[in-house]
């Protein structure tokens, strides 16, 4: 379920953007014991000049092959999120050869509530994506009941 969106300097062709795509889930389903399946992923290119990351001081040198990486998801245990950016950094530099020093994350938490996968319907909070309780403390069962009529 998470979504990660991806920022990029225009100029990889399409395998090039698949390979990233796919070490990135892989990582993702590695860390986060995510279903396969759970796949949501977006790409942007921009021209040179458009994307501008820089090292915050830790000296790290940029090249016009960085990604920047936001990821929405539900809340995750810190462990979880630090072995997905060690994984993240070797997948892409193994199958990509994206330095290290080119990967920029950051993670947003949301709820529940802040997810629909289709037909207009709240499926973590109907219960419909399993018996997981609910991020805002409320258990599925409960917000389903809550939820009677909902379409």
Not at 140 to 148: F, G
Request: with cysteine; proline share 5%.
């Amino acid at each position: 379920m998470p979504l990660l969106k991806f920022d990029l300097i225009e100029g990889r062709n399409q395998n090039q953007v698949r390979a990233l795509l796919d070490a990135a889930h892989d990582a993702m389903v590695q860390a986060f014991g995510v279903p396969a399946t759970d796949r949501y992923q977006c790409v942007t290119q921009h021209r040179p000049g458009e994307l501008i990351v820089e090292d915050t001081g830790l000296g790290y040198w940029r090249s016009h092959d960085v990604v920047l990486l936001t990821v929405v998801s539900r809340p995750r245990p810190q462990e979880e999120k630090v072995q997905f950016y060690r994984l993240l950094a070797e997948r892409l530099h193994e199958r990509c050869g994206i330095s290290r020093d080119d990967i920029v994350v950051s993670m947003i938490e949301n709820t529940d509530a802040d997810w629909s996968f289709g037909e207009g319907r709240a499926q973590f909070l109907t219960g419909e994506l399993g018996p997981r309780a609910s991020s805002e403390g409320s258990d599925a069962k409960e917000i389903a009941e809550l939820l009677v009529g909902y379409p």
